[in-house]
Each structure stands twice: as structure tokens, then as C-alpha cells.
Nanobody, 124 residues
């Protein structure tokens, strides 16, 4: 069973930056797509950014375009999310997800491996 381990969350003031990391436990795991989702209290989980690992195609939800950057460095089993110009509305639990097969980057149902989440809190 592949496990995804996230790190890098924390508390920052508005305008600050964080970098989230996600690494799959199984070195033999080769994902096709990896993504970040987030869930704020009282709200549904939403896709934030995703990347197709073999070609590097990316997708971002509108509210984070120009502020967040998803990337993979080296192995296909790791993904990062650089969060810049953070806003209080970005406060949420951020989850890493991976899919061994995917057709649409932002389709939540296709992601079959999930991390435990890392909390991001942005204060005014």
C-alpha cells in the first residue's frame, strides 16, 4: 500500500509563503498524476493544483493561479506546492493525492492514494 507523506504546513501572516512537500513511501510507485486538494472547516474539499507527471502538464484552480506553483523534482513519486502571497482564505488542511491512472487532472474521484494532510493557517 502506497503512503503519501506531506510536510511543510504551518502558520504565516497574509502575504507570506510556504512550500508543501509530498513523498510517496514506495519508491517503485510511479504515479501518472499528483495533486493537492484542500479542505477548510465547514467546506467541501476542493482541488488546488495538479500535475501530469510524465509530461509536466499542470492545472490550477482559479483562485490560486499566479500565486501557487506545483512541481515535481526528480522522482515521479514526489510533488511540491509553493504557496506565495497567501491569503486568509487559503487557510485549510492541504492533502496530497496520487493516481496511477488519470484522464482529467482535477477529477478527485480518480485519485486513489491520499496523504493525511498538512495544515496551512494564514492570519491577517
Amino acid at each position: 500500500q502506497v503512503q503519501l507523506v506531506e510536510s511543510g504546513g504551518g502558520s504565516v501572516q497574509a502575504g507570506g509563503s510556504l512550500k508543501l512537500s509530498c513523498v510517496a513511501s514506495d519508491d517503485a510507485f510511479s504515479s501518472v498524476c499528483m495533486a493537492w486538494f484542500r479542505q477548510a472547516p465547514g467546506r467541501e474539499r476542493e482541488g488546488v493544483a495538479a500535475i501530469r507527471t510524465n509530461v509536466g502538464n499542470t492545472w490550477y484552480t482559479y483562485s490560486v493561479k499566479g500565486r501557487f506553483t506545483i512541481s515535481q523534482e526528480g522522482a515521479k513519486n514526489s510533488v511540491y506546492l509553493q504557496l506565495n502571497s497567501l491569503k486568509p482564505e487559503d487557510t485549510a488542511m492541504y492533502y496530497c493525492a496520487a493516481s496511477s491512472t488519470c484522464s482529467v487532472l482535477n477529477r478527485e474521484s480518480q485519485y486513489n492514494f491520499w496523504g493525511q494532510g498538512t495544515q496551512v493557517t494564514v492570519s491577517t
